[in-house]
């Protein structure tokens, strides 16, 4: 029988993010670097708050997918407050 765990696989996101670390944590700034460039060709560049989130994700303070659900969470409570002013 598999038994959930009580912080819903916190603990092993968290295990996942300290490998992203030891990995990149020396290059993050270049590696940050790296994708503004990119996002800079698509006219994209990278915003400081975009920086910051990335940063965090390196550092294994938070998921990947914490973040896009948090994004999408801001962007839709928005697009639903400017639907109601119209």
């Not at 006219?43 to 940063?55: A, E, K, N």
Request: net charge positive.
């Amino acid at each position: 029988m598999v038994t959930k765990q009580k912080d819903g696989g916190a603990k092993a996101a968290k295990q996942r993010n300290k490998s992203i670390e030891y990995i990149f944590a020396p290059d993050a700034e270049r590696l940050i670097e790296m994708v503004n460039g990119t996002m800079a060709m698509e006219s994209m560049p990278l915003t400081d708050d975009d920086r910051d989130r990335l940063r965090a994700i390196l550092r294994g303070e938070i998921t990947a997918d914490e973040t896009v659900r948090q994004l999408v969470n801001k962007h839709r409570r928005r697009a639903n407050a400017e639907f109601l002013r119209v």
